[in-house]
C-alpha cells in the first residue's frame, strides 16, 4: 500500500502512470492533505522508490 510521503496517510489517488526507461512511474495525489508525488517501480530488479513532485496544499 502506498502511502503519503508528505502526512503518512494511505488515503491516495491514481493520477496518472506512464514508462520511463525501466521503471514504471506513477503520479498520486492525497486525498487528506493535497501532496503531490510520484512512485517509481522497476519489476525485473523490484527497486522502488518515491519523490515528492508537488507542494501540498496549505492550510490556513
Known amino acids: 500500500m ?15 502512470t506512464w514508462k ?3 521503471y514504471t512511474v506513477t503520479h498520486y495525489k492525497c486525498r ?3 501532496g503531490t508525488f510520484n512512485h517509481y517501480s522497476d519489476a525485473s530488479t523490484g527497486k522502488e522508490f518515491i519523490l515528492r513532485s508537488g507542494r501540498r ?3 490556513h
Do not use: T
Not at 502506498?2 to 496518472?16: T, W
Open 57 to 59: 496544499a496549505v492550510k
Open 2 to 16: 502506498i502511502k503519503c510521503p508528505y502526512c503518512g496517510s494511505d488515503d491516495v489517488e491514481v493520477v496518472k
Open 32 to 34: 487528506a492533505c493535497g
Open 20 to 22: 520511463m526507461r525501466n
